[in-house]
C-alpha cells in the first residue's frame, strides 16, 4: 500500500482514537509501562495523544506521525498537559534524528503498519541514548491458536480497511532487530505485547 493512502487511512480514524481516550481497552496496559518515560522522550505514531495522561510533568515530548488529522488532535490534547510538546508530520520510516538524541522512545500499536518494521526498531536503537529505554505497546498475533487463525485469515482485508497488520509477531521483530528484549508481558490472549527494551 502507498503512503498517500494509508495516511488518508489513519486520518479518517483520528475522531474514533480521541474517543477511546479514557475507556479504551489498552487504557491500564498504557499506564503500566508508559509511566516510566522520562527525560526527553520521542513516541512515534504519536496519533492523538492517547499516551499523554501517563507521562510526567518534567519529560520533553517530540511528537512523530504522518497523519495531519492525528497531529491536529494530539495538538488539541497537549494543551491539557505541563510537559513541553513538540509535534512533527513525519514518516518514521523515513525521517531522521540525531544519534543518542532521546533518553526515551515510546511505540504504542504502530509496528502494525511500517513496511520494514526491524528497520525502524533499527531506527529507535541509533536515536536512543545508551542507558536510554524503548518502551512499547503493541498489538500482534494471538497465543490463542483459533484467535490467530482468524487473524491471519482477516489480516488481508485489515490491511486494506485500516492499514494495520494483524497477524505480525512482534516478539520475533524485536529478536531480528539491534534492539536488546528487557522484558515482555503479553495479554488479551497473547494478542497485546508489552515489551521493555534497550539500545
Given at each position: 500500500?502507498?503512503?498517500?493512502?494509508?495516511?488518508?487511512?489513519?486520518?479518517?480514524?483520528?475522531?474514533?482514537?480521541?474517543?477511546?481516550?479514557?475507556?479504551?481497552?489498552?487504557?491500564?496496559?498504557?499506564?503500566?509501562?508508559?509511566?516510566?518515560?522520562?527525560?526527553?522522550?520521542?513516541?512515534?505514531?504519536?496519533?492523538?495523544?492517547?499516551?499523554?495522561?501517563?507521562?510526567?510533568?518534567?519529560?520533553?515530548?517530540?511528537?512523530?506521525?504522518?497523519?495531519?488529522?492525528?497531529?491536529?488532535?494530539?495538538?488539541?490534547?497537549?494543551?491539557?498537559?505541563?510537559?513541553?510538546?513538540?509535534?512533527?508530520?513525519?514518516?518514521?520510516?523515513?525521517?531522521?534524528?540525531?544519534?543518542?538524541?532521546?533518553?526515551?522512545?515510546?511505540?504504542?500499536?504502530?509496528?502494525?503498519?511500517?513496511?520494514?518494521?526491524?528497520?525502524?526498531?533499527?531506527?529507535?536503537?541509533?536515536?536512543?541514548?545508551?542507558?536510554?529505554?524503548?518502551?512499547?505497546?503493541?498489538?500482534?498475533?494471538?497465543?490463542?491458536?483459533?484467535?490467530?487463525?482468524?487473524?491471519?485469515?482477516?489480516?488481508?482485508?485489515?490491511?486494506?480497511?485500516?492499514?494495520?497488520?494483524?497477524?505480525r509477531d512482534i516478539s520475533e521483530i524485536v529478536k531480528e532487530s539491534n534492539l536488546k528484549s528487557i522484558r515482555e508481558e503479553r495479554y488479551l490472549a497473547?494478542?497485546?505485547?508489552?515489551?521493555?527494551?534497550?539500545?
Amino acid at each position: 500500500m502507498d503512503r498517500q493512502s494509508l495516511i488518508k487511512k489513519f486520518d479518517k480514524q483520528a475522531k474514533k482514537y480521541n474517543k477511546r481516550r479514557e475507556n479504551g481497552q489498552a487504557y491500564k496496559f498504557r499506564q503500566r509501562i508508559f509511566q516510566e518515560a522520562k527525560g526527553k522522550v520521542l513516541e512515534v505514531g504519536i496519533g492523538s495523544g492517547l499516551n499523554f495522561p501517563f507521562y510526567s510533568s518534567d519529560i520533553e515530548l517530540t511528537g512523530l506521525d504522518f497523519s495531519p488529522a492525528m497531529l491536529k488532535a494530539a495538538q488539541n490534547a497537549a494543551k491539557d498537559y505541563p510537559f513541553k510538546t513538540t509535534l512533527i508530520q513525519d514518516d518514521v520510516e523515513t525521517v531522521e534524528f540525531n544519534e543518542d538524541s532521546f533518553d526515551t522512545i515510546i511505540s504504542s500499536g504502530s509496528l502494525c503498519a511500517y513496511q520494514e518494521p526491524v528497520s525502524v526498531l533499527n531506527s529507535f536503537q541509533k536515536w536512543c541514548k545508551p542507558e536510554g529505554e524503548i518502551l512499547m505497546l503493541e498489538h500482534g498475533i494471538s497465543t490463542n491458536k483459533p484467535l490467530a487463525w482468524l487473524q491471519k485469515s482477516l489480516n488481508p482485508l485489515a490491511l486494506k480497511v485500516v492499514g494495520c497488520h494483524q497477524n505480525r509477531d512482534i516478539s520475533e521483530i524485536v529478536k531480528e532487530s539491534n534492539l536488546k528484549s528487557i522484558r515482555e508481558e503479553r495479554y488479551l490472549a497473547g494478542y497485546l505485547y508489552l515489551i521493555w527494551a534497550k539500545p
